[in-house]
């Protein structure tokens, strides 16, 4: 099945995108320095990982408790 239509992989995936553009924008900041377009969205992305980073770290520990026992 699609991660579009299982709720809980589609919202497994959008962590992973956050993590992920944040990683890369803390090793690499020039790639998203472009805030509009395509690469626009990754770096609203890094930015979500940037300003709500408790809040994303208790998103992913949460989804990985929720993987471990499911």
Excluded at 9 to 30: A, D, E, H, R, W
């Amino acid at each position: 099945m699609s991660a579009l239509f299982n709720f809980h992989s589609f919202l497994t995936v959008v962590l992973l995108v956050i993590c992920t553009c944040t990683y890369v924008k803390m090793q690499f900041p020039t790639i998203l320095e472009q805030k509009t377009g395509f690469r626009g969205f990754f770096w609203k992305a890094a930015r979500i990982g940037e300003r709500l980073s408790p809040w994303v770290a208790v998103g992913c520990f949460t989804m990985g408790i929720s993987i471990i026992f499911s």
